[in-house]
Structure formats: structure tokens, C-alpha cells
Nanobody, 126 residues
Framework: VQLQASGGGLVQAGGSLRLACAAS????????VGWFRQAPGKEREFVAA????????FYTGSVKGRFTISRDNTKNTVFLQMNSLKPEDTAIYYC????????????????????WGQGTQVTVSS
């Protein structure tokens, strides 16, 4: 599976961005998909994830109610709609996918994902 992330950019606080992660290859193996981010000088952190089997989605606490993960299986694309953006959301955002059908605790761990996109920069100005 190859993943291509896009949609990042510069936005003012309170604004919105929609990230997309287009997949190619063995996309039928994308049972779990996730978004992670890494800010300068910080470790990578989990943002959101979705499980194909039942459509359940999970979010880290700081983005709940502001971010929404969705997927268009017909287009093999995963989206991350980000609203009410804050300067602390500034980071490189990475999409990831796995053939595993994860439970929530597993979906939050980046090392469990086999496939990663190249990252897209999101910068939120105050």
C-alpha cells in the first residue's frame, strides 16, 4: 500500500483544513487507518483513527469535537477534517494504514501500522 497525504497549509487560528490520504496498491488491506502528527521538538502523537469493519472512529482528547476522520472506500481515500484549529495543532501530519483490525488502544500506537504517507505540513498562526 502506498499512501499520499495532501491538504496541509497555513491557516489562521479558528480556521479549517481538510487533509486527504490517497491510497494505492493493496488497499483492501487497509482495515485500520490513522492520522498522527509530529510537532517540532516533540514526539509523534496519535490524532485519530478509523476501523473499516464497523466504522468506529477514535480521537485523542485534544482534537475531539474539532477533528473528524472519514474514509471514502470507493476512492481509497481517508480524510481528516480539522475545524477550529489552534496554534498547538501545528505539526507535520502523517496518515497510516494497517491490515490489522485494531481495537482502540492498538490504533493509537504508530508502530502497529505497516504503511505510512510522507506527511503534510499544517501551520496554524495565532
Amino acid at each position: 500500500v502506498q499512501l499520499q497525504a495532501s491538504g496541509g497549509g497555513l491557516v489562521q487560528a479558528g480556521g479549517s483544513l481538510r487533509l486527504a490520504c490517497a491510497a494505492s496498491g493493496r488497499t483492501f488491506s487497509m482495515n485500520s487507518v490513522g492520522w498522527f502528527r509530529q510537532a517540532p521538538g516533540k514526539e509523534r502523537e496519535f490524532v485519530a483513527a478509523s476501523r473499516r469493519s464497523n466504522g468506529n472512529s477514535f480521537y485523542t482528547g485534544s482534537v475531539k469535537g474539532r477533528f473528524t476522520i472519514s474514509r471514502d472506500n470507493t476512492k481509497n481515500t481517508v480524510f481528516l477534517q480539522m475545524n477550529s484549529l489552534k496554534p498547538e495543532d501545528t505539526a507535520i501530519y502523517y496518515c497510516a494504514a494497517s491490515a490489522g483490525n485494531f481495537i482502540m488502544s492498538t490504533m493509537m500506537i504508530g508502530d502497529n501500522y505497516e504503511y505510512w504517507g510522507q506527511g503534510t505540513q499544517v501551520t496554524v498562526s495565532s
